[in-house]
Structure formats: structure tokens, C-alpha cells
């Protein structure tokens, strides 16, 4: 009986074997299962060999953190940039401004209250309006008069609310002036100075049209938190204002504040029925336009750019991923020679590359709240460090800086940062799956 000798194996045989195994269907284990998790989690942590890869990886997740941060902080900004522009601008001017076309507005009680019929009016407040030098002992400047009744001006809850000095009781018999802090200090003065205004709307002479000089005593002031209204604007009674200005009995035109801004439009067309033709009418949108949509193209196209702050971080994680996947080619290969499948390798760097994003996105949104609930601190602080003084509320126009975070757009952001980190971990994740484990395993 002759005996079988063994069989010369020839080079390259075994990973033809190799290779017929893996074509072979392996038994699929269920999606996600517990060894997917334990080997992304390990991947995730750093060794000595491998801690260049763990250093790319702290990098995606600080990129992927704070381009989300600053979109948070930014969109809040913006947001209570334009609600506190918007409520201040609102405060102080009406809604819907009604106009006498033609002839002076002298029947402005009548009217007034022809508007106050109107469901959802608050107040029309008559008004006269005009622009003056205003001077004291040591300085001398720009305002606007803002003539009105003290009724008006009481119904006016940004100036009423938020007199600092003096007081608006009796504003109508004081002959007095009500003026902002602001021009209270640039002019040098303080409650019951006197001040100067100048018109150059006078008195006609043989020599032409003399200016109309007036001293008024200071009789209050406020602060509304709006630069450009605390160092312009200054309050007058009506009657003095019709003196002043030379309106004898009439009006420039009467503003109206009504329950619901957004709605103005309805409100306009029911106060134009209730008035006749004769007036024309105008609301706060079509007179703010431009500025309100300024500010709408501001806040599109920062949130255009720093949305590519959170896309730069995902491509990040893509080349992350990509050396990651390069650097454990040969674990992969030795999982797929043990029967892992190739939608098991693929989940596991899935898992991995979302890990970065999931988490880093999350950390995002935590540190973007914390800094916007204590932005006025953190701006002190900057400003204290930097010797700077930061956001000039002659620039600005605010004298705070607010942050108003949106539940709806803050939600959107956490989702666009999360679908991008998962979005990124795909393409590195098939790469891992299709990785051939003959050609990985061939040099080592």
C-alpha cells in the first residue's frame, strides 16, 4: 500500500484559498451588534503607534465643536440684534402714521379719535416733528423735537418706563423739555438746566427768514438703550412744540400704535375705512424697509459662512477617517479572514467617524447656550483683558449686546451639524468594507 505524499503547496495558494473562503457567504450578525461598538470605541482611543490618528481626531471634534458653537452664537446675536432693534424702534414710533394731504392737520382731536374706534388701536398720539440745533454753556449739537401731549408721551413705554431723572408728571404744564442721557452729557447739562434750540424755520423779516430761538429748562430724563434716540431726540410739549415751530393749532401727523405690529397691514386698511381717503397712511414696515431688510441679508449670509465652518470640520473627519482607515488595514483584513461581514467592518468606522461628529456637535450646542446665556459677561471680561471697549453703542446703536437663542433655528443647526458628521463617515466606511484582505495581509 503506497502512501499519499503530501502535496507542494504553491506560492500564492493560500490566499487563493483565502480569497474562495471570503466569497463564501458568512453568517450575518445582527446590525450594530455589541463587538461593532467595542472595536469603534477602541479605535477611537489613542496608542503610542497611533496617536497621530488619535490627534486628527481631536482636531475634527474641536472643528465640528466650535463651528457649531459659533453659528449658535452668531445666529443669537443676530437675532436679539434685530428683536431689541425692532422693539425700541417700535417703542418709540408708531406703527401706522396718518397724514393730512394737502391743507394743516387741524382737526387732529377729531381724528384721534375716529382711530381709537378702530379694533386693536392702543393710542394715535398727534404729533409735531422737527429738526433743531440745541445748545447749552458749553456745548452745542443736533435733535429732533418730538412735540406731543403727555398723555402721548406717557403711552410711550420705552421713554415712561425708563426716566432716570426728574420725572413726566405735568409734562404738559412744565413748558420743559424732555432729553436723552446721552445728550445730556454731551451738552454738559443735568435736571433743570436750561438749553438753547435753534429752528431755522422763523419768523419772515425784510431781510429774510430769521431762525426761532427758544430756552427750555430740563424737566426729565431718560434712557431708552438706543444710542441714536438717548443723543438725538428730545421731547417738547405739544402746545409748545405749535409755538415753537409756528403750527398755531395743527399737527404734523398722528401715530398710531396698535396690538399686533406683524399684523399691520390688516390694521391699516381698517384705519384708512374708518378715515376716509383724505389721509394718507403709512406703516412702520415701508418706512423701515430698507434697514429691516439689510438686516435679513446680513443674517442669510452670515449663516451661509459659518455654515461652512461645520463643513470644513466634516471633511476633516472624511481625511481623518480615510488614514484611520489606511492605518488598520490590517485589522480589517484579519476581521474579514474571521468572518466579518462586510457591512459589520463598515459599521464600525461608521460608528467611529459619528461618534466625532455626534459628539462634537453636542458639545457645540452646549458651550453656544452657555456662552449666549452669559454673553454680556464674557464681553466684559474680553473687554477688561483687551482694554478695549467692545461694541460701541455709537456704532451699534445698542448699549448691551443681545443674544436671543431660537429653539426652531438652533435645532436646525444640531441637525445640519449631525447629518454632516454622519454624511462624512460614509464614503471612509465603504472604503474600510471593500478593503481586500489578500492584498492587505500579502506584506505582512
Same mark, same amino acid.
Request: glycine share 8%; net charge neutral; charged share 20%.
Given at each position: ?5 503530501p502535496q507542494k ?5 493560500i ?14 450578525t445582527m ?11 477602541r479605535?477611537?482611543r ?6 497621530f490618528?488619535s490627534v486628527?481626531?481631536g482636531?475634527?471634534f ?12 452668531v ?6 440684534f434685530?428683536?431689541d432693534?425692532?422693539?425700541?424702534? !417700535?417703542? $418709540?414710533n408708531?406703527?401706522? %402714521?396718518v397724514l393730512k394731504?394737502?391743507e394743516? =392737520?387741524?382737526d387732529?382731536?377729531? @381724528? /384721534?379719535?375716529?382711530i381709537?374706534?378702530?379694533?386693536g ?12 440745533m440745541?445748545s447749552?454753556?458749553v456745548?452745542?449739537?443736533?435733535g429732533?423735537?418730538?412735540g ?7 403711552? !410711550?413705554n $420705552?421713554?415712561?418706563d425708563? %426716566?432716570q431723572?426728574?420725572?413726566?408728571e405735568? =409734562?404738559?404744564?412744565?413748558?420743559? @423739555? /424732555?432729553?436723552?442721557t ?6 454738559g ?5 436750561t ?11 425784510p431781510?429774510g427768514?430769521?431762525p426761532?430761538?427758544k430756552?427750555?429748562?430740563?424737566t426729565?430724563i431718560f434712557e431708552?438703550?438706543?444710542?441714536e ?5 428730545i421731547?417738547?410739549p405739544l402746545?409748545e412744540?405749535?409755538?415753537?415751530f409756528?403750527k398755531r393749532d ?7 400704535m396698535v396690538?399686533d405690529?406683524?399684523?399691520v397691514?390688516a390694521?391699516?386698511?381698517?384705519i384708512?375705512g374708518e378715515i376716509?381717503r ?13 434697514f429691516f431688510?439689510?438686516?435679513?441679508v ?12 461645520i463643513l470644513v ?7 481623518g477617517?480615510?488614514?484611520?482607515v489606511?492605518?488598520k ?10 468572518g ?13 467617524g ?12 452646549v458651550?453656544?447656550?452657555?456662552f449666549c ?9 474680553v ?9 460701541d ?7 448691551k449686546l443681545?443674544?436671543e437663542i ?5 435645532a436646525w443647526?444640531?441637525?445640519m451639524g449631525l ?11 465603504w ?14
Amino acid at each position: 500500500m503506497t502512501k499519499s505524499r503530501p502535496q507542494k503547496v504553491r506560492q500564492g495558494e493560500i490566499g487563493e484559498h483565502m480569497a474562495v473562503g471570503l466569497d463564501k457567504p458568512a453568517k450575518e450578525t445582527m446590525p450594530f451588534a455589541p463587538f461593532e461598538w467595542m472595536l469603534a470605541f477602541r479605535y477611537l482611543r489613542a496608542r503610542r503607534k497611533e496617536g497621530f490618528i488619535s490627534v486628527i481626531a481631536g482636531f475634527s471634534f474641536v472643528g465640528i465643536m466650535l463651528g457649531v458653537a459659533t453659528l449658535i452664537i452668531v445666529m443669537a446675536v443676530m437675532n436679539g440684534f434685530r428683536a431689541d432693534l425692532f422693539s425700541k424702534i !417700535l417703542g $418709540l414710533n408708531g406703527h401706522v %402714521v396718518v397724514l393730512k394731504i394737502g391743507e394743516p =392737520f387741524k382737526d387732529y382731536d377729531n @381724528v /384721534a379719535k375716529q382711530i381709537t374706534q378702530v379694533r386693536g388701536v392702543q393710542h394715535a398720539v398727534p404729533l409735531i416733528e422737527g429738526q433743531v440745533m440745541v445748545s447749552s454753556r458749553v456745548q452745542a449739537t443736533g435733535g429732533l423735537v418730538r412735540g406731543m401731549s403727555e398723555e402721548g408721551i406717557q403711552s !410711550l413705554n $420705552l421713554v415712561a418706563d425708563n %426716566v432716570q431723572f426728574g420725572s413726566l408728571e405735568g =409734562f404738559d404744564e412744565s413748558r420743559g @423739555v /424732555a432729553v436723552g442721557t446721552r445728550l445730556a452729557n454731551a451738552l454738559g447739562v443735568s435736571l433743570n438746566d436750561t438749553l438753547t434750540l435753534v429752528s431755522p424755520r422763523g419768523a419772515t423779516t425784510p431781510f429774510g427768514t430769521a431762525p426761532r430761538t427758544k430756552s427750555y429748562p430740563i424737566t426729565a430724563i431718560f434712557e431708552m438703550g438706543m444710542s441714536e434716540y438717548d443723543r438725538t431726540i428730545i421731547f417738547m410739549p405739544l402746545s409748545e412744540a405749535q409755538k415753537f415751530f409756528g403750527k398755531r393749532d395743527a399737527v404734523d401727523y398722528i401715530e398710531v400704535m396698535v396690538d399686533d405690529p406683524e399684523q399691520v397691514g390688516a390694521y391699516q386698511a381698517a384705519i384708512k375705512g374708518e378715515i376716509g381717503r383724505t389721509f394718507q397712511t403709512t406703516d412702520w414696515q415701508q418706512r423701515n424697509q430698507t434697514f429691516f431688510n439689510v438686516l435679513n441679508v446680513e443674517r442669510l449670509v452670515m449663516f451661509i459662512i459659518l455654515s461652512l465652518i461645520i463643513l470644513v470640520a466634516a471633511l476633516n473627519i472624511i481625511s481623518g477617517m480615510m488614514m484611520l482607515v489606511k492605518d488598520k488595514s490590517r485589522d480589517i483584513a484579519i476581521l474579514r479572514t474571521m468572518g466579518a461581514s462586510r457591512g459589520a467592518v463598515m459599521r464600525v468606522f461608521l460608528i467611529t467617524g459619528a461618534a466625532i461628529g455626534v459628539v462634537g456637535t453636542l458639545a457645540g450646542f452646549v458651550l453656544g447656550v452657555v456662552f449666549c446665556w452669559n454673553i454680556d459677561i464674557i464681553k466684559e471680561f474680553v473687554a477688561w483683558v483687551t482694554n478695549t471697549q467692545l461694541f460701541d453703542p455709537s456704532i451699534y446703536y445698542l448699549t448691551k449686546l443681545p443674544a436671543e437663542i431660537d429653539p426652531y433655528e438652533t435645532a436646525w443647526i444640531v441637525a445640519m451639524g449631525l447629518g454632516l458628521s454622519i454624511l462624512a463617515t460614509i464614503y471612509p466606511s465603504w472604503r474600510a468594507s471593500t478593503l481586500d484582505p489578500v492584498e492587505a495581509l500579502r506584506y505582512e
